[in-house]
């Protein structure tokens, strides 16, 4: 309860708390909520503008593309593929590299070695150049997507991690542990990760907003997730060619876009300041 306190009282956290949950039960309740199917088409509508410009009408709140989908129904369905996006590839991400940190960390030697020159190479690569490079090769798709971000995300959990291990290793409750003849498996997850799961966790947090950016610039480039699929990415990049005669096709979405990824690092910040000891009075 004392951390719900803490956590609501910081407003920049308490805010983006809230945003997220609003576009999470939105993408969750996407069915009940949008007006239109994610691929129904209503040709006798095509660009039709937002209901809040001349010549909208409230039938389609937010507009209709050049084929005649509903923009507000499909930002709803594309909510879904960004959170999951997101989550999943956070979540994957934070697990590996948080385990191979501790373990390079707990161990080091040649597995701190082999580990670090491999976290070292795949931080030479710009992210979006790899992962361009990556869904090239093994096709576009939602589980090629997630793989594909996955395969050097770690890198980041992987090297905050094993700094933490590496200053918590020498510490005096770490010494007693081993001293008591607790097996390695058994401190790390029992006595180290208790003390450094909130940097991971505000990492991870900021990290969310980063993959959400991620798929979206994949998806605008037709190398994310497939056309069948309602993506924000690709919604905006359907709507590049009528931004003279309908600028809302493309801005939309991509209002969608900058609003989740806003709350996000909102949240992340808050937390930050929330779970850092070193800033509480």
């Given at each position: 309860m004392a951390f719900w306190r803490r956590l609501f009282a910081n407003p920049s956290a308490a805010v983006g708390l809230v945003v997220i949950l609003l576009y999470a039960l939105a993408?969750?309740?996407?069915?009940?909520?949008a007006p239109y199917g994610p691929r129904e088409m209503d040709l006798a509508n095509r660009l039709r503008p937002p209901a809040f410009l001349e010549g909208g009408s409230l039938n389609h709140p937010l507009g209709t593309d050049q084929l005649g989908y509903d923009l507000f129904s499909r930002i709803l369905y594309g909510a879904r593929v960004s959170l999951l996006v997101g989550l999943i590839s956070v979540a994957i991400s934070l697990v590996v590299g948080t385990l191979l940190g501790c373990i390079a960390g707990y161990w080091r030697g040649w597995v701190d070695r082999i580990l670090s020159?491999?976290?070292?190479?795949?931080?030479?690569?710009?992210?979006?150049l790899f992962t361009i490079f990556a869904m090239a090769i093994i096709g576009p798709g939602f589980g090629n997507l997630i793989l594909?971000?996955?395969f050097k995300a770690w890198v980041e959990f992987f090297r905050l991690a094993r700094g933490e291990m590496l200053t918590e290793n020498t510490k005096e409750y770490v010494e007693a542990a081993r001293a008591l003849g607790r097996r390695p498996a058994a401190i790390i997850f029992s006595e180290v990760l208790p003390n450094i799961y909130h940097s991971l966790l505000v990492l991870a947090t900021l990290r969310m907003g980063y993959m959400i950016?991620?798929?979206a610039s994949l998806s605008f480039?037709?190398?994310?997730?497939?056309p069948s699929i309602p993506a924000w990415g690709s919604m905006v990049s359907a709507g590049r060619d009528q931004m003279l005669n309908a600028w809302w096709v493309a801005t939309m979405p991509g209002l969608a876009i900058v609003g989740l990824v806003l709350a996000i690092?909102?949240?992340g910040e808050g937390l930050r300041d929330v779970l850092d000891p070193r800033l509480q009075r």
């Open positions: 993408a969750l309740l996407a069915p009940v909520i020159r491999l976290a070292d190479l795949l931080m030479g690569f710009p992210y979006l594909a971000l996955c950016i991620m798929e480039l037709g190398l994310g997730i497939p690092n909102l949240l």
